[in-house]
């Protein structure tokens, strides 16, 4: 069976009960099926908080953060020090063995900078699954923060759903990316069981898939097409519906996205 990638982000990382219930769902799937996982996890509102309290002004274009040079040790700081620490922490209370990685370890996810405009922002290209592979095949969970480094030795910062996109490639894994919305939402904010691309492309020109839920369609559409298979969008806060999801059941929760 392939691995299975469950990408975290966003407000879940703020919320202590979100995440115990979560790794306890974890923990059980782990016990009762045999499947590789990997969390790949970004932290934005945890970046944010720390900004905020360092008077850093916070800027992003099309979704993705500005990182100047100033700010890419507190970028790092938080996403691959205190969110990848987190997960790890709430891995550990459950009893799941885990490692905490970036995306360099094992240059298990390669990054180039995108452009000189959004600073230290790195474009998430395939790499060798040597590594994850390796630890998988021993028993451990991977927990993978969305920050990377470049050939030259500059740290980069990801957005998490490009990363566990990449990541998805380099490992040939199937990929759910979890947020705070229970899937992509209509004009009338109902879920949308499943979404093509000429479908997507019409809500976006509406303006109804927008920020960070538009980075994240582009992302599972990228993911879909190099992999041959669907992609789920789908929120954490269903807890009592995520093993089903974790097997490829996504028919009452989440969006579908078809390539
Ligand atoms: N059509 C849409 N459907 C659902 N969420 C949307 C939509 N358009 C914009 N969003 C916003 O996108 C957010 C999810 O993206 P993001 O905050 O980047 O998630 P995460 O941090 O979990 O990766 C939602 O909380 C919502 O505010
Ligand atoms: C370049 C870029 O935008 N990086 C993101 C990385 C974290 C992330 O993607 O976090 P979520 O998954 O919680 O949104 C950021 O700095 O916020």
Redesign the pocket.
């Known amino acids: 069976m392939k691995p299975l990638i469950i990408k975290l982000?966003?407000v879940?990382l703020d919320n202590k009960d979100a995440l115990s219930k979560l790794f306890v769902v974890i923990r059980e799937y782990k016990k009762n099926f045999q499947r590789s996982l990997i969390i790949v996890h970004?932290g934005?509102t945890v970046v944010d908080s720390l900004m905020d309290r360092l008077s850093l002004p916070v800027v992003r274009r099309n979704?993705l953060r500005v990182t100047p040079a100033d700010q890419i040790d507190v970028i790092v700081g938080s996403l691959a020090g205190s969110a990848n620490t987190t997960l790890l922490s709430e891995a550990k209370k459950q009893q799941i063995a885990s490692v905490g990685l970036c995306l360099a370890d094992g240059n298990s996810v390669e990054v180039k900078q995108i452009s000189e405009d959004l600073g230290y922002v790195g474009e998430a290209k395939t790499g060798d699954p040597t590594l994850i592979n390796l630890l998988v095949n021993a028993g451990y969970l991977p927990i993978v923060s969305s920050i990377g480094i470049t050939e030259e030795g500059q740290m980069m910062n990801v957005n998490?759903?490009h990363a566990a996109v990449a990541l998805a490639k380099t490992l040939n894994a199937d990929l759910i990316l979890l947020?705070?919305?229970v899937g992509?939402?209509d004009e009338n904010k109902q879920r949308i069981e499943s979404l093509t691309q000429s479908q997507a492309d019409q809500?976006i020109a509406k303006g109804?898939?927008?920020?960070?839920?538009?980075?994240?369609v582009n992302s599972a559409f990228e993911a879909a097409k190099a992999l041959g298979r669907p992609i789920a969008i789908a929120s954490w806060k269903e807890s009592d519906q995520l093993i089903q999801l974790f097997n490829g059941q996504s028919d009452t929760t989440g969006t579908r996205i078809i390539a």
């Open positions: 982000g966003g879940l970004g934005g979704g998490a759903d947020s705070d919305v992509v939402l809500l109804i898939i927008t920020e960070g839920m538009l980075v994240k």
